[in-house]
């Protein structure tokens, strides 16, 4: 299913900036994480590559980090089955200097960048701004349930040609049950993917903005597109 996870469209600056690292290197990972975190950047970290292909898949994230070599999937084989799935997040690879696979490999399997190991914490966070600024360039798809129209990479939604505010949090929401309609998300599911796996306030959160999308796109327009599935979770589904 084609897939966008550009994310909230934050600011070029890192504040805000949402990462996914895949990396299997627990000290080199742990590095890592506090310092983009020392620069205000949201950083979930994964250590097998099947993991962190699903993480992809389902997650909105700004920027995907991946090692090459993972256990479960290296990062070339996340990296080619997410352009396959039309997923346009932009990738960084970290390549050790006398690995196996070098630079070309990781362009023509659909990466944007290279960073060789060992790198400073600088020269990551330059070129995590510079994928940033670049996604905008990114393809993106128009996601459609009936006559609910959402277009991730502006950031718009619209119903029978009527536009609605969304605030970042609502649209990530929307964008993450559209992804996955007509499948049922947990609770969990959607907390992982919109706020984070290390989230740790009330997960009723989510139950409170599945309240204002409804409030928003639903019920001005007599429909009924974010349903409950009791004892299960949430899903998207073209009902009138």
């Known amino acids: 299913m084609p897939r966008s996870q550009v994310g909230f469209r934050w600011e070029v600056q890192t504040g805000g900036m949402r990462v996914l690292l895949v990396e299997d ?12 975190e020392a620069e205000g950047i949201s950083v979930d970290h994964v250590a097998d590559g099947s993991d962190g292909l699903w993480r992809a898949r389902e997650g909105i994230f700004d920027v995907l980090v991946l090692d090459i070599m993972l256990p479960g999937m290296n990062g070339y084989e996340i990296c080619r089955t997410l352009r396959d799935e039309e997923v346009w997040t932009p990738i960084l ?10 630079e070309a490999d990781a362009f023509e399997l ?18 995590l701004r510079s994928l940033l600024r670049r996604s905008g360039s990114a393809p993106a798809k128009t996601l459609t349930v009936g006559d609910l129209v959402v277009d991730p990479s502006a950031m718009t939604c619209a119903r029978d040609g009527v536009a609605i505010d969304l605030t970042p949090r609502e649209f990530a929401v929307l964008e993450v049950l559209l992804r996955r309609s007509p499948s049922v998300l947990s609770k969990h599911e959607l907390l992982d993917a ?4 290390d989230f740790d306030g009330d997960p009723n959160i989510v139950e409170v903005y599945v309240g204002y999308l409804r409030r928003k796109i639903d019920r001005p327009f ?4 974010v349903r409950t599935v009791r004892g299960v979770g949430y899903q998207i589904a ?3």
């Open 25 to 36: 290197e627990e000290t080199l990972a742990d590095s890592i994480r506090r310092g983009l």
């Open 110 to 127: 659909g990466a944007d960048d290279y960073l060789r190991k060992p790198f400073s914490h600088v020269v990551l966070v330059a070129r």
């Open 194 to 197: 919109v706020w984070g796996m």
């Open 222 to 225: 007599g429909a009924e597109t």
């Open 238 to 240: 073209a009902v009138r």
């Open 93 to 102: 690879m970290l390549t050790a200097k006398d690995g196996e696979y070098d």
